[in-house]
């Protein structure tokens, strides 16, 4: 008996999926395991896998359409077996159209309206003469009859009238620029839900920024002898973003309500710090998420952040892999930014931007000295978090990125 193909549950808010692209076609033997088609839910793109070995013998939605879950999209099974088809909505009977009767010869309403008005035939000679509809014009004859001057009199007011309109206008030359044709570039689904969802955070969610400026020297020199060590370990080269992710997770810990989320029973606080790190694709960005950051280290971090971009880059993410996030990163220090303001990702009560480490002139104290300085950004859902205690997770931030070695402590 053929196997069916459904479309999977692939996360606990999935409802429908979109089929973005089949990777078989019917006729094509598939093993158990292989990829079928490529299906985007409204968090991550997904391959789906055949449930059985076989022949394609039926694929039941084309490329584009959007499937409920659970709902039958192919089935899988041997060559001559009989492909049970979902039965085909009735189509609804059109209503004949009823006859048009066919209209009887009447008598031209001009013809008609111009029996009932009283005038003289001389008027009726001119009126036809000028085109003028003896309705418009005010008999001044006897018991209100339409005599010549009437005619004439109306003749000279429409020629006036038509004098006026003709009269060319004194107006400006003005230059129009010739239109050049605009191009709409259609939404992706990725694009969709992140105006969507972005939308909703900037209007339902009171943000508030706090600024800060770090000095990174000491960040720098705590990156560079990480790593030979980090390298050694695990053959990966740990980043910024790497060590950023655990001093925020440190943050974290002293201040929880940063690791939060509001909701109408009141604010509830993570016991984990599921830290996500946005993530630039070419049609978008997506936010992988890196579980329990308080429990590991450095190097546990910079693998498993290493893995999730290399998979969010080839569409290889699961829903688990960007669903559950605490409290969201976003890094543009890369592509030399100093400084910007993000939108807070639901349901998360804040997050940090992070701009570029530079050289600047500083003065330490004693003298101007090159240094290397970088600046933060807070955005904060004023709902849970308030300004004095955003400022005092800033400071605490600011002093393990300015001495790292209060990690320890």
């Not at 999935?14 to 490529?38: H, Q, S, T, Y």
């Not at 909703?200 to 009171?206: F, I, L, N, V, Y």
């Not at 969010?312 to 990163?329: E, H, R, V, W």
Request: glycine share 6%; proline share 6%.
């Amino acid at each position: 008996m053929a196997k069916e193909v459904i479309m999977p549950k692939l996360g606990l808010t999935m409802e429908e999926g979109v089929i973005n692209k089949w990777l078989v076609k019917e006729g094509d033997r598939v093993e158990k395991g292989d990829p079928l088609f490529e299906v985007a839910t409204d968090k991550v793109n997904m391959e789906v896998e055949s449930p059985a070995s076989g022949v394609v013998l039926k694929i039941l939605y084309p490329e584009g359409a959007t499937v409920p879950i659970t709902e039958v999209v192919a089935y899988i099974g041997e060559v001559g077996e009989e492909v049970p088809l979902p039965e085909k909505k009735a189509q609804a009977v059109q209503a004949e159209e009823k006859p048009v009767p066919e209209k009887e010869e009447a008598i031209p309403k001009e013809e008609v309206r111009e029996e009932r008005i009283k005038a003289s035939p001389l008027a009726r000679k001119l009126a036809q003469e000028y085109g003028i509809d003896l309705a418009t014009i005010k008999g001044t004859g006897p018991g209100g009859r339409i005599v010549k001057e009437d005619v004439e009199r109306a003749w000279k007011a429409l020629e006036e009238e038509r004098r006026k309109v003709a009269a060319p206008e004194k107006v400006e030359e003005v230059t129009v620029a010739q239109e050049v044709p605009e191009r709409v570039v259609p939404l992706s689904r990725m694009r969709r839900i992140i105006a969507e969802r972005m939308t909703e955070s900037a209007r339902t969610k009171p943000h508030f920024f706090i600024f800060q400026e770090v000095l990174a020297e000491e960040l720098v020199r705590m990156r560079e002898r990480l790593l030979p060590l980090v390298e050694k370990q695990t053959g990966l080269r740990v980043s910024y973003t790497d060590i950023l992710v655990k001093m925020v997770a440190k943050a974290l810990e002293r201040y929880p309500l940063l690791n939060a989320s509001f909701t109408d029973e009141g604010i509830v606080l993570h016991e984990d710090i599921n830290i996500g790190v946005a993530v630039a694709l070419e049609d978008g960005l997506i936010v992988p998420v890196v579980r329990e950051v308080q429990k590991k280290s450095i190097a546990q971090i910079t693998v498993e952040l290493h893995d999730l971009v290399e998979r969010a880059k080839s569409n290889k993410l699961t829903p688990q892999d960007i669903s559950g996030g605490t409290f969201t990163i976003s890094n543009l220090g890369m592509f030399g930014i100093d400084a910007f303001t993000a939108i807070i990702n639901p349901p998360e009560s804040a997050i940090l931007a992070c701009g570029a480490i530079q050289k600047r002139p500083v003065f330490d104290g004693k003298e101007i000295v090159p240094l290397s300085v970088m600046k933060l950004t807070l955005s904060c859902d004023h709902r849970i978090v308030d300004g004095a205690l955003a400022a005092q997770f800033m400071q605490f931030l600011k002093t393990l990125l300015e001495e790292p070695f209060a990690l320890m402590v």
